[in-house]
């Protein structure tokens, strides 16, 4: 692929992704405030409006460009994803733009080599707006996260999700700025991307098993469970890395990716009871699709 499209086509990819991502974390940002923070709870859904445009716009763009891996690896959507933003709109009562899912699922793969040479100046502008609006949704972010530090506000979200949601964005934007200077995404080494990405899966084992009703004795077992799996990668990836290390890693993400399928379907289905957001358990399933595409 020739530098220019390989360029577009990571931007649109990764903003498919991350877009989407982050117009998330801002919803669980407004649905955990309570009245008292009606001020922060406005700020946090301007980034969820803005990153929806954001995401609609690479929509567009994407259409027939993106690889039919990024495509094809549940990342973008699942099965779940039209389904849990109409119910978490409904338990939310904050209005979700369903019309970006119902046009991914529509969305094609790249058929054909060379992109349209007007193309590399739209994503060029689309990782611009990126760049300005993450810098922003990090600042609000970390604003939370120090005022529920200094106990001067309350949220249901736990300081250690906001902590998670900020690397995220962080992330997001380290990849939008080295794609704007290399044109490439390839100086990630596999060691890197699999400390930051255990961490997150460790964290999402430890959020699930926090937001389950305490009754779900079996399902909290099985949180705990890959919380401390993912633990033990972590500390082995810290000192050393090779192949065996990576291939028990995707081992335990594909089981991981299941747990989350199924945990999914059921809180859709109200068969688990939980104070977790059917958004919430289709955003951390997708970000397991997305390092396992990652993994291969
Ligand atoms: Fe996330
Ligand atoms: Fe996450």
Redesign the pocket.
């Known amino acids: 692929m020739r530098q220019n499209d390989h360029f577009t086509v990571l931007s649109l990819e990764l903003h498919l992704f991350f877009a989407r ?1 982050m117009k ?2 801002s919803l669980f940002l407004v649905a955990a405030f309570t009245p008292a923070n009606a001020a922060l709870a406005k700020q946090a859904e301007h980034f969820m409006r803005e990153f929806e445009q954001l995401l609609f716009r690479a929509t567009v763009l994407g259409d027939g460009v993106i690889s039919r891996e990024a495509l094809a690896a549940g990342e973008i959507f699942t099965p779940f994803t039209a389904r849990a933003e109409r119910h978490t709109e409904c338990f939310t009562g904050i209005p979700i733009n369903g019309d970006i899912t119902a046009r991914q699922v529509r969305l094609r793969w790249r058929s054909c080599s060379g992109t349209n040479p007007r193309l590399r100046g739209q994503v060029q502008a689309l990782n611009r707006t990126a760049l300005e609006l993450l810098n922003g949704l990090i600042a609000l972010k970390k604003q939370i996260l120090c005022e529920v530090l200094n106990g001067q506000i309350f949220t249901m979200n736990y300081p250690l999700l906001l902590e ?2 900020i690397r ?1 964005a962080k992330l997001y934007r380290e990849y939008v700025c080295r794609l704007e200077q290399e044109g490439d995404l390839d100086c990630c080494s596999m060691a890197e991307l699999e400390q930051f990405w255990n961490q997150i899966m460790m964290e999402h084992a430890l959020f699930i098993r926090g937001l389950l009703d305490p009754a779900e004795e079996e399902l909290i077992k099985t949180a705990h469970g890959f919380a401390e799996d993912f633990c033990c990668l972590l500390e082995r990836s810290r000192c050393v890395h090779d192949q065996t290390l990576t291939r028990e890693t995707r081992e335990k993400v594909c089981a991981l990716r299941d747990f989350k399928a199924a945990g999914t379907r059921g809180i859709e289905e109200a068969r688990i009871r939980s104070v977790i957001l059917p958004l919430l358990a289709d ?2 399933l997708r ?1 397991a699709n997305h390092y396992l595409r990652l993994l291969s």
Request: aromatic letters at 0%; a negative charge; zero cysteines.
């Open positions: 991502i998330e974390h998670h949601i995220e955003h951390v970000e």
